[in-house]
């Protein structure tokens, strides 16, 4: 299959679009600066102009996303079979909530800070950090459902999910995933990856290519991405991204423990009969002796701790024994 780069136009869009999120999160930053102790009522003052700033930028950013997709088709853009405008974009969420309700929340997150006994600068601090995150979303959504929108107008089939560094690791491995125009775009709060309408796998790029994405940091921003040196380290010595970066998939998956009057850190993440792990640490006889049991569900599970790199580090004789380790508990594929 022939690889192609990004195109040039969907580089630039990326970059607009960051700098008009990133202009109007700032704006919103610096209006919720003028909140004072009377919430409701100093919120009530600034409503207007912040709801001005959002609905501006939502316009904006819809408006750039409806032109990008015939931009970077180029000569390949088919006449639309509808038409639309940034405007209808304006006013509402990605979850179909009013941008009024999602932006007095910031609002209902100091109350409850203060209600949780945070003082009133601490619970500002909260609120507006939940209103910097909300926003950016809210933006970032809203090009995300424009380019949809343009691209079923343009009869796009399909698109390849690009980054928009810096990433963090749930994004780093989606980078080059292809989705089919009626799939939803699978984002956390706060992701402002961008979708390419390719006919083409496009798999040279670093914002389309985790490794090639990951291979470009520097070993501590590789650190800082997979969640710890050691990670870094295994990502270096071979070890699987995915596996890294899915071990903190789910909230306390990464726990740690004490055995034999030794501390240990591992993950269930893998462990069950479907997971890597599973198969890799069943070759294992001292493994396999534990068996296996049902952790109150349909899934069988190794009684065994799947150790994470860190202690596979820390005990491991010398290093081709830390990648027989490696390799064992499921992180080297």
């Known amino acids: 299959m022939v690889l192609q780069t990004l195109p040039e136009s969907a580089l630039r869009y990326s970059g607009a679009q960051r700098a008009e999120i990133g202009a109007a ?4 930053s610096r209006l919720w600066r003028g909140m004072g102790r009377d919430f409701d009522g100093s919120y009530a003052r600034l409503e207007p102009a912040l709801l001005a700033v959002l609905f501006t930028a939502q316009e904006r950013v819809a408006d750039g996303a409806l032109a990008y997709v015939p931009d970077v088709l180029g000569d390949a853009a088919p006449e639309p079979v509808y038409e639309s405008a940034g405007s209808r974009f304006v006013g509402v969420a990605g979850d179909g909530l009013p941008v009024a309700s999602m932006a007095y929340g910031a609002v209902i997150q100091a109350k409850q800070a203060v209600s949780a006994g945070l003082d009133v600068a601490e619970a500002l601090a909260r609120g507006g950090r939940h209103l910097t995150l909300a926003s950016g979303t809210l933006l970032s ?5 424009a380019e949809k929108v343009s691209g079923g107008a343009h009869k796009v089939r399909k698109w390849t999910r690009m980054l928009n560094p810096p990433s963090c690791g749930r994004c780093v ?11 939803a775009f699978n984002r956390h709060p706060g992701c402002d990856c961008r979708n390419v309408p390719v006919s083409e796998d496009t798999g040279d790029d670093a914002r389309t290519d985790p490794k090639a994405y990951l291979d470009s940091l520097s070993t501590a921003e590789q650190d800082r991405l997979l969640g710890s040196k050691a990670n870094g380290q295994a990502f270096r010595d071979g ?9 903190y998939r789910r909230a306390g998956a990464v726990r ?7 501390n240990i850190k591992f993950t269930r993440e893998g462990t069950t009969r479907r997971g890597h792990a599973y198969w890799q640490m069943s070759q294992a006889q001292y493994i396999r002796e534990q068996s296996v049991f049902k952790d109150g569900s349909k899934y069988k599970r190794l009684k065994a701790p799947r150790l994470m790199p860190e202690t596979i580090y820390s005990t491991a004789k010398d290093p081709a024994d830390a990648k027989r380790l490696l390799k064992l508990y499921g992180w080297i594929v």
């Open 25 to 28: 999160v700032y704006a919103v």
């Open 141 to 145: 959504d809203t090009g995300r459902s």
């Open 173 to 183: 491995i989606l980078a080059g995933k292809t989705s089919w125009q009626s799939e």
């Open 239 to 247: 070890a699987d991204m995915n596996q890294l970066i899915n071990a």
């Open 256 to 262: 740690p423990a004490q055995i034999n009057g030794r």
